[in-house]
């Protein structure tokens, strides 16, 4: 893997890393993850500074290489799916199953902080590599589980896909509009929100006066810690949530409206907004309307509301109204495309540009974090498979010799 491309403004060149360490630096995370959930915990963990070494499956790796919407890198074992969350990572391909394979493995274990891990629940210590095994050896090691439904659920052994966890969690009844039944995120959300929250658990555990412990991350259960006011309102208030479509059922008028090119996001969720937005729009009669002068009466009106609204908007287009109305104090914005949001976002500086050993460039997604007004970064891109094998077990002592017999055998 190439260095990444220059970056494109002066603020890409990131102060953290020109002036101090990382929050991570020195800290030796082994990832055992594949596809998303666990590599995207590792992704967050090794731009905070980490390294984070991917241990991967001799001749094939994470399956994630063969994944993603482009079918010649899919092809080059550096599919889509993998290069987005793995950018930084170095990549030792090892077989668990063999005797050597656990042995290189322990030994690593021994200059480890962190194990990451994301096979079904009882894999590790049938390979004989299970946490208590691992802090044996290492007796500091944070070792993290992730799995669809945690390690001692009744529903430990079913597999963790993220469309089964957004249903069964709850997140997808509540998703789309009362004509429409249930609807996914159009994104893994389940995967990703398992992996920030392993990720916030692995950088707690190593703020530990004491480190070391076993970290057990349920994809289901950090999904629905997400959904916290639905959750609240039934558990609370008895309260079921139902599908609303793009309405906030918390307050009004607060939804998305068409205008004359498109639809624009309106959240009006103060008394002051309201009042600002309906004088904005010529509605300055509805204010001291009893059918809309308090919240809970726009809330019980809301589609008589939500029409005299957009039959204004409808009148010009949705960018105007944006600008007019965030200037007077009412959050509104337009839904984007996403290449519309990329362009933001590359104004911002979390696009990365890597070129590939193939000579492919590939952008990828940082993490949305900004320390010390800039985004984090890594050196290097995401890694081709086995890449950093023999580096890595060079540092733990085998010698060339050793390195070539392994591979031989197909342990390495």
């Known amino acids: ?8 403004r002066a603020s890409d060149r990131v102060k ?3 002036t101090a360490p990382k929050p991570l630096s020195g800290i030796r995370i082994l990832d055992l993850t594949n596809v998303l959930a666990g590599p995207f915990a590792c992704h967050q963990l090794v731009h905070l500074g980490a390294e984070v070494i991917k241990i991967e499956v001799p001749g094939r790796g994470d399956l994630a290489r063969q994944l993603g919407q482009d079918e010649s890198l899919s092809e080059q074992n550096m599919g889509v799916s993998f290069l987005a969350p793995n950018p930084g990572k170095a990549s030792v391909t090892l077989n668990l199953k063999a005797p050597e394979g656990k042995d290189i493995f322990k030994r690593l274990v021994e200059t480890a902080d962190v194990v990451v891990e ?16 691992l802090r044996a050896i290492n007796t500091r090691l944070i070792y ?27 997140a997808m009844a509540i998703t789309g ?9 159009g994104w893994p959300v389940a995967d990703t929100v398992g992996g920030l929250t392993a990720a916030m658990a692995i950088s707690a555990a190593l703020n530990a006066p004491d480190r070391g412990c076993v970290i057990d991350i349920s994809m289901r259960d950090a ?15 008895g309260v079921e949530a139902v599908p609303a479509g793009n309405e906030n059922l918390t307050s009004a008028p607060s939804a998305a409206y068409a205008c004359a090119d498109g639809p624009l996001n309106i959240a009006a969720n103060k008394q002051e907004q309201w009042e600002a937005l309906a004088r904005h729009l010529g509605l300055e009669a509805l204010v001291n309307d009893p059918h809309f002068v308090t919240r809970a009466a726009r809330k019980a009106n809301r589609v008589a509301l939500n029409a005299a609204i957009e039959d ?12 007019e109305l965030n200037a007077i104090g009412v959050p509104a914005g337009r839904i984007l495309s996403l290449p519309d949001a990329l362009e933001q976002a590359r104004a911002a500086g979390q696009i990365a540009s890597y070129t590939l050993e193939s000579g492919r460039d590939a952008e990828v997604f940082r993490t949305g974090v900004r320390m010390d007004g800039a985004p984090l970064v890594v050196e290097s891109g995401p890694p081709e498979l086995g890449a950093d094998t023999a580096r890595v077990l060079a540092e733990i002592g085998l010698s060339p010799e050793e390195i070539a017999e392994m591979r031989q055998k197909g342990v390495l």
């Open 177 to 185: 509009t009362p004509e429409s039944g249930a609807l996914r995120a």
């Open 312 to 323: 204004v908007l409808r009148t010009r287009p949705a960018a105007a109204w944006e600008d």
């Open 118 to 133: 994301n096979f079904r629940p009882g894999v590790m210590d049938r390979l004989g590599l299970g946490p208590s095994v």
């Open 144 to 170: 993290c589980a992730i799995s669809g439904f945690g390690q001692d659920d009744p529903l430990r052994d079913r597999p963790a896909y993220d469309q089964i966890m957004q249903g069964i969690s709850g």
């Open 1 to 8: 893997m190439r260095l990444p491309n220059a970056p494109s």
């Open 16 to 18: 953290m890393s020109d």
């Open 223 to 237: 999904l629905m810690a997400t959904m916290g006011w639905a959750v609240s309102n039934y558990l609370v208030a």
